[in-house]
Each structure stands twice: as structure tokens, then as C-alpha cells.
């Protein structure tokens, strides 16, 4: 089977090496010639844990292809999957420019059948609109047939996430295409994995529904760890409590800085749209995004209370990247956190094991102090804040922290430390939602 896929970012290009992987003789298409060439050579745009062995290995092994020429890669492929970006317009609706560009662009080319399958995250009716647009531009009377596959992979586990996915969800109309896709995963189908076949907009919400469900658990949790620090209760043991109860389930309740990346808030606040649009309004999710905008901010008013006002005050912030294991900043808690401490007269310092350059492409013009390191982050701030729980800030050597602090504080948004070990040493310690 020869597959085609359009797009080269974090999910084209994870699916591309995957299915690559699974055995089948994989194109992955963009227009970006430059990234084109880097992936030839090996070189994974983004960073993510064992992807570019994946890809190595399927490129050496003569499965995986890279090409910018749309036209030569669906000629000699039977499936195209279209894994462009969605990213959102001011209003929160998605922007659907991309897919309309390469629906347009597969309509010029096709002329016998293909399945083209959406892996891209659409607004729920968007692969209805992709048919119609292919079937009124294409140039013969050749059949095509259209399936929503969305993808749940997370960024920084997205290769685990490919080839042990908790389903697959395949939408379509024509069973001889859903049969071609369901075919396409069959070493997942042959483990196990449960398979939802459905119709297209089904398939379409189920994406939406998901994440935002998850949204909701986040702001959820983060609202009873802001209640438990009023009553004197302990957020980490509330949410063991609440979690064992398999209706519940343990995941996702982890309370922090809020919810970021590319993926939640941007689909929280399109399903809200949608929402609109049909006049059947999403209240609760409404109060998802706005507890989440809150909950970025906590941490000043964490900091305000130890230290007052924070002007001329030098803050070390740990941690830029919106979760770890990934150089991805993108709606991270740091962009919102840092500029209002900048605003307050405060001093920033920051340091990220993996996302410094990202961020300080994302961060531009903003007066920030890149540091080299942990230590040197603290060094002469009068607090120090975490905002990401990579695996590296949890084996810090505290004790040498406190030498090279002016003020011993550790704001931890993320509950990583010990709260009697880390005042044993001397430090005023805060987490969010403990004692
Ligand atoms: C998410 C979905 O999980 C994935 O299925 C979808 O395909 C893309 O969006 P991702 O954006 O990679 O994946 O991140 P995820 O691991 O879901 O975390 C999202 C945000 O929620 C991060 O900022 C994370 O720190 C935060 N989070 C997560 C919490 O604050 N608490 C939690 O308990 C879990």
C-alpha cells in the first residue's frame, strides 16, 4: 500500500514514520522545501522522543519518502491523508486556509480513486465541505471518498502514543473506504486496540469531545486546589481520592500553572464556536477557558505574598515549555506569567533544559535573562518559580540553590518537591493546593 501525507509537523510526520513502520511505502509532502531537505538528511524540525530513530530507520529501510512534489506522491499513492495545520483566528474559530488549499491543490490532481483521509483536527462538518470542494473542482468524474481519522497523539510521548493508541476512530460514508483505512491499521487491529467506525461528523467531535473533556478536568482540579489552600485541605490526596473511582479515573487531575500547548486551549475555544454557531452555547467550557486564564496568574499572587511588591525584585522562573519533553512553548504558561511580572518592575530569569530557543523566538522583545542552568537561574533571585516538572528539576541540588539565592522561596506549580523537605532546608515553599 502507498500512502501519501500532507503535512510534515508533529502529526503528519509521527503518522508518516509510523505507518512507514507498520510496513507500508510512506510520501510525506510539503511545501517547505527546506524542511524538506532537513528531513532527507534526518533532521526532526521539532524535538520528540524517538522520532528521529523512527524515521531513520523507515528512510533506511526505503519505506519512508520526503518530497515537496504533491502531484508525483498521490499519483502513486491509493490513500492521502491531509495532516495540515488548523491553527486559530482571533476569534477562536479555526483557520481552515490550509485545507482548503490542499483540497483545492488534490482536486487539480486527481484522476482515478483515492480514499483522502483528515487527520488534521476540523471543525465538526469540515471533511463534508472538503468532499464537496474536491467533487466540484476536480477535473474528471472520478470517484473520491473522504474519512476523519483524527489523532490523539500528545507531544513528547506522540511515537508511543502512534503505535499504542487507546483507539482508532475512523469516520466515513463508503464502507469499501473505511475497509482500505481499518486495513492501513491493522497491526493495531490485529493487537487489540478498539476500533470506532462511524460516520463523519461523529468522528469529527469525538476529537473535540475528548479534548475538551480533559480541558474540563484540568480546570476542574486546578479550582479544588485553589479551594483546598482556603480550607486547609491537601489537593494531592483529594485527587488519589476522586481518582480511584473508575468513573472518575486517576489521569488528569494533576493541578499546575493551567493547561497549555497547541492542542487544548485552541480546541476548547473552536468547540465553543461551533457551539455558537448552532446556537447550542458550551457554558461549561466558557468556564474552562476562564478558570485556566486565572490560573496562569496564581503564581504572582503566590509570589506577591512572600514578597510583596514584586518591583525590582529578580524572579527565577524554571521551565518555559508548556509540559515536558517537548521544545513546544506554544500557549505555555511562561508567555502569560513573564510579561505580567516584567509589567510588575520585576527582573526574569529563566532556564528550560530543551525549549530556551523557542522561547526566546516566542518571548521576542521582552527583557529576559537566558540562563545557562538551574543554578545559575537562581542565582541572586529572590524566588524561584516552577512552571514545567521536567525530570531534571526534580533531582536539584536545593541545598546549593539556597546558597546562590538572595531569597530562599520556591514557588512550585507543579508539586514536584517534598513540602517538609524543601522547608527542613530552610526554604519558605509554596505548591499549589497543599498544605
Ligand atoms: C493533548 C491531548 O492530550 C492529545 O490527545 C491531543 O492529540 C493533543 O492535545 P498535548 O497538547 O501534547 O496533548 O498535551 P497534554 O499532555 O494533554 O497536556 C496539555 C496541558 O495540560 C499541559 O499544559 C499540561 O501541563 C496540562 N496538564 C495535563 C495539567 O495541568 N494537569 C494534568 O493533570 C494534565
Keep these: 500500500m502507498h500512502i501519501t501525507i500532507i503535512g510534515t509537523g508533529y502529526v503528519g510526520l509521527v503518522s508518516g514514520a509510523g505507518l512507514a513502520d507498520f510496513g507500508m511505502k510512506v510520501f510525506c509532502v510539503d511545501k517547505d522545501e527546506e524542511k524538506i531537505n532537513k528531513l532527507k538528511n534526518g533532521i526532526i524540525p521539532f524535538y520528540e522522543p524517538g522520532l528521529e530513530e523512527l524515521v531513520k530507520k523507515n528512510v533506511k529501510a526505503n519505506r519512508l519518502f520526503f518530497t515537496t512534489n504533491l502531484e508525483e506522491a498521490v499519483k502513486n499513492s491509493l490513500v492521502v491523508f491531509i495532516c495540515v495545520g488548523t491553527p486559530p483566528n482571533p476569534d477562536g474559530s479555526a483557520d481552515l486556509s490550509q485545507i482548503k488549499e490542499v483540497a483545492l491543490s488534490l482536486a487539480e490532481i486527481i484522476d482515478e480513486y483515492k480514499v483522502i483521509v483528515t487527520k488534521s483536527t476540523v471543525p465538526v462538518g469540515t471533511n463534508r465541505w472538503i468532499k464537496n470542494l474536491i467533487d466540484s473542482n476536480k477535473k474528471t468524474s472520478v470517484a473520491v471518498d473522504i474519512i476523519s481519522n483524527p489523532e490523539f497523539l500528545r507531544e513528547g510521548s506522540a511515537v508511543e502514543d502512534f503505535m499504542h493508541p487507546d483507539r482508532v476512530v475512523i469516520g466515513g460514508e463508503s464502507s469499501y473506504a473505511i475497509a482500505i483505512i481499518k486495513d492501513i491499521y491493522r497491526p493495531l487491529y490485529l493487537a487489540e486496540t478498539p476500533f470506532i467506525i462511524t460516520n463523519l461528523e461523529t468522528a469529527e467531535l469525538i476529537k473535540y469531545a475528548t479534548n475538551a473533556f480533559l480541558a474540563t478536568k484540568i480546570s476542574f482540579i486546578n479550582e479544588i486546589a485553589n479551594f483546598c489552600e482556603k480550607v486547609g485541605a491537601d489537593v494531592t490526596t483529594v485527587a488519589k481520592g476522586i481518582g480511584i473511582d473508575p468513573r472518575i479515573g486517576s489521569k488528569f487531575l494533576n493541578p499546575g500553572p493551567g493547561f497549555g500547548g497547541s492542542c487544548l486551549p485552541k480546541d476548547v475555544k473552536s468547540l465553543i464556536h461551533q457551539g455558537r454557531k448552532v446556537s447550542s452555547p458550551f457554558r461549561l467550557l466558557e468556564a474552562v477557558i476562564e478558570v485556566n486564564e486565572k490560573q496562569k496568574l496564581r503564581v504572582i499572587e503566590k509570589l506577591e505574598k ?64 537566558y540562563a545557562s542552568d538551574p543554578l545559575n537561574c537562581a542565582a541572586e533571585t529572590h524566588g524561584l518559580v516552577l512552571l514545567t516538572e521536567w525530570n531534571e528539576f526534580r533531582f536539584l541540588d536545593l541545598s546549593q540553590l539556597k546558597k546562590v539565592m538572595k531569597n530562599p522561596l520556591i514557588i512550585d506549580m507543579r508539586n514536584i518537591y517534598e513540602p517538609s523537605v524543601v522547608k527542613s532546608l530552610g526554604f519558605s515553599y509554596e505548591g499549589i493546593g497543599r498544605l
Design 306 to 369: 512572600f514578597l510583596g511588591d514584586l518591583k525590582d525584585k529578580t524572579i527565577g522562573v524554571l521551565g518555559l515549555s508548556f509540559k515536558p519533553n517537548t521544545s513546544d512553548v506554544r500557549e505555555s504558561p511562561a508567555l502569560s506569567i513573564i510579561p505580567v511580572l516584567l509589567e510588575k518592575g520585576a527582573k526574569v530569569k529563566v532556564y528550560d533544559p530543551v525549549a530556551m530557543e523557542e522561547f526566546k523566538i516566542a518571548a521576542k522583545g521582552l527583557n529576559i535573562e
